[in-house]
């Protein structure tokens, strides 16, 4: 924040948003390319490292950029949104961690013969169910043995596959064993089902629609215990993406939207995306029991996936507090290092055979705001304007304050009470 103060003019305004999310306005630009060439000025001023007790930290600003005209502030906001999720997936993981590097033939050589070699390994974890305490399913998570560096986690080389696009071998890796696990499971009498997450880049094209097909039908397993995992920005980027989607679904294979509250929150693309289940992301989890904003987003969640027919599953869930919370709010199912790590098939029946199922535990509850009203006043009907546009809550609210719209009750809207009026809303 103090480097972007420092690197915008005196004609220009800056603001945090929300998160990590910063928003400039400049007013004085002539075209595209001038703004553009603004936001490589502020990528070049705040690129230099950052030193925290001695240890310099790599510093990366993201910008997307939209110029007006633009009916209001909150259509130009949520525009320059859209720009930053594409720019964002457009650079996910340029450079993976520990060396491997995607301009780096020597890199991509090694992960393409490690794909072939067998170096791969299936993890599972496990997913339960809070109403009984059993496994409702699994998510299929992938390593790699690498020969000298050991067991390495994705995060040394997802953003690898992406981009040098071994992400289809891959993906097709992971999908023909989580689908043939599955099958033993059904076949052993345990129809469990298995998460399979999809890249953006196995959504472009109808390959992966046969693809599935095919290992539907070699593997023997039910379509509906496949469930294939899509984060909201990979709906929203490819226009094809929902055509995809509603051909898998109507092969029987389940659909979970991940990562669900972290981009774009829409009740639009919910509307043309044929999805089974909302899975919230662990960012919202972590703080419940002790953030009331984090409770209402949760909520709200709920509230819309219960209007709308969908199963919820929580991300990330680590103490029995945040367990006793997600049980009270209605989350159907949720996943986390409280029942356990992802594990190898053969660990995780072990573990299956010694799980048992978790007490209730009963936790203060945070008490709750005052209910806002549900009628359509200004600052409601454009909430589900600026939702229907595709703006996350943390952009709604910046835009009704930017208007100089304000709660029935007088204050600014915030991320909780924009959540609050679009789950009233919804139900």
Known sequence: AERLTEAVRETDSGARVGGDDFAVLIED????????????????????????????????????????????????????????DAELDKAAAAVAPRGLHTDDPADVAELRQAIAAGQLRMHLQPVMSLGDGTMAGAEAL???????????????????????????????????????????????????????????????????????REVLRTTGVSPGRLILEVTESAVMDDPQAPDVLRALHDMGVRLALDDFGTGY??????????????????????????????????????????????????????????????????VDQAQGFLWSPALTPALLEIWLAEHVPLPAVVVPRLAPLPPLPVALGEGERRILQLNAEGASLHTIAAALNAEGRRTAAGPRWTTTTVARVIAALSR
């Open 142 to 212: 992938v390593r790699w043995q690498h020969p000298e560096r050991g067991l390495l986690m994705p995060a040394a080389f997802i953003g690898l596959a992406e981009q040098s696009g071994l992400i289809a071998d891959l993906g097709e890796w992971v999908l023909r064993r989580a689908c043939a696990q599955a099958a033993a499971w059904e076949k052993a009498g345990s129809p469990i089902g298995v998460g399979v997450n999809l890249s953006p880049r196995q959504l472009v094209g109808a390959g992966v629609i046969d693809l599935v």
């Open 29 to 84: 630009v002539a075209s595209v390319e001038e703004l553009r060439a603004r936001a490589a000025d502020l990528r070049e001023a705040l690129s230099t490292p950052v030193v925290v007790d001695g240890v310099s930290i790599a510093v990366e600003l993201r910008v997307g950029t939209a110029l007006t005209p633009a009916d209001s502030p909150g259509t130009l906001l949520a525009a320059a949104e859209r720009a930053l």
């Open 265 to 330: 929150s829409s009740l639009t693309y919910l509307k043309r995306v044929p999805v089974d289940a909302l899975k919230i992301d662990r960012s919202f989890v972590s703080g419940l029991g002790r953030d009331r904003d984090d409770e209402a987003i949760v909520a709200s969640i709920v509230s819309l996936a219960r209007s709308i027919g969908k199963i919820v599953v929580a991300e990330g869930v680590e103490t029995r507090e945040q367990l006793a919370v997600l049980r009270a709010l209605g």
